[in-house]
């Protein structure tokens, strides 16, 4: 309630202060009220709610049209187009032509750590299939050149993506490019799933040939159905990194902090209305975040390499030892979220 209370106000801060213009900021609170009471007993969300209500009474041209009064290009232009709200902003926020560009650049990045991790996997298939055979020797050989591949494309994408989010580190955001930030992510919401999804179906039917090797050996070699488990599980996991990366870099704007003078009229979702009305106060918590979840960063996945490695080489598991960095990858989302909830609630 108290949102839509300072969205009124910050609505009438360029209107005249008469009877006229009081007794319609008290009309509007009372319809808007109202509303938002509505929509809570029909099962709404507070946030859901309050987009709603905000998103339903209009703009301030139809305000200043109600009321009898003239345009004002300056008043109207920060609060109805995102395009002027983005020139009007701090010189230092993040423009959607700037989003695009880093989203462009991080699919590539998604793309060749997904693919690194797949011919990761596919390079330990490769000894695994022509063990104990007359090709055993250029097995290995594969091993190694397609390991190779995989190191180079983790260090020139993890290379190449840390200097390009350096740029936008620690910078606010205009309004128009929160606001494209929160129609992709919520466009992207539903691939991100469905990747999910099949990724994790795809790596449960990779165990379908290691038993079929087992039981039906005539059909499936030992060596086939172990190979094609990595491989097949290699594909599993490139679907579930691609997309968790896209996804993880689109969400991080739609939460970032808006510059200060850089305000929007709202066209998004009931869900993220409230997101464009950002407190000042918390471009410090945005940045501590950040802080502290580098500093993560930093030290959590030479740890998780650490293991990796350990686990492969003293007890021989590189059949699954591949897994921790997925499962390294999980526990990742999970505890950056624990510490921005943490800083936000100090």
Not at 30 to 48: F, H, I, T, V, W
Not at 153 to 171: A, P
Not at 283 to 312: E, G, M
Request: aromatic fraction near 12%; charged fraction near 15%; proline fraction near 3%.
């Amino acid at each position: 309630m108290d949102t839509i209370t300072t969205y009124l106000d910050s609505l009438f801060a360029s209107l005249p202060d008469n009877d006229k213009t009081r007794q319609a900021k008290a009309d509007m609170l009372a319809n808007m009220r109202d509303y938002y009471r509505d929509l809570l007993r029909e099962g709404k969300s507070e946030e859901a709610a309050i987009g709603a209500v905000i998103s339903a009474f209009g703009s301030i041209d139809e305000l200043r049209a109600d009321l009898g009064m003239p345009a004002q290009a300056t008043a109207t232009t920060t609060q109805s187009d995102p395009t002027d709200a983005e020139e009007e902003a701090d010189e230092d926020a993040i423009t959607a032509t700037e989003l695009r560009s880093f989203w462009h650049m991080a699919d590539q990045f998604a793309t060749q750590i997904a693919l690194g991790v797949l011919l990761c996997a596919v390079s330990i298939a490769l000894p695994a299939y022509t063990g104990g055979g007359r090709w055993e020797g250029f097995g290995v050989i594969g091993m190694f050149l397609l390991a190779a591949l995989a190191v180079g494309l983790f260090i020139w994408g993890g290379t190449v993506f840390s200097q390009q989010k350096k740029q936008l580190n620690d910078r606010p955001i205009t309004a128009s490019a929160k606001q494209l930030a929160n129609k992709t992510t919520g466009e992207y919401t539903r691939q991100f799933a469905a990747g999910l999804i099949a990724g994790i179906m795809i790596c449960i039917g990779s165990l379908i040939p290691p038993i079929i090797s087992a039981y039906i050996p005539l059909f499936i070699s030992e060596n086939a159905g172990g190979a094609l488990f990595l491989a097949i599980a290699g594909l599993g996991s490139y679907l579930i990194i691609y997309v968790s990366i896209n996804y993880s870099q689109l969400k991080r704007y739609a939460y970032a902090t808006t510059a200060a003078n850089s305000t929007a009229w709202y066209h998004g979702t009931d869900d993220d209305a409230t997101n464009y009305w950002e407190q000042p106060h918390k471009h410090h918590q945005n940045t501590r975040a950040r802080q502290d979840i580098a500093l993560f960063h930093q030290v959590y996945w030479p740890t998780v390499l650490i293991i990796y490695l350990l686990v492969s080489f003293l007890l021989h598991g590189w059949a699954y030892s591949w897994l921790i960095f997925i499962i390294g990858g999980v526990m990742q989302n999970i505890i950056t979220a624990v510490i921005a909830r943490r800083d936000y609630s100090e």
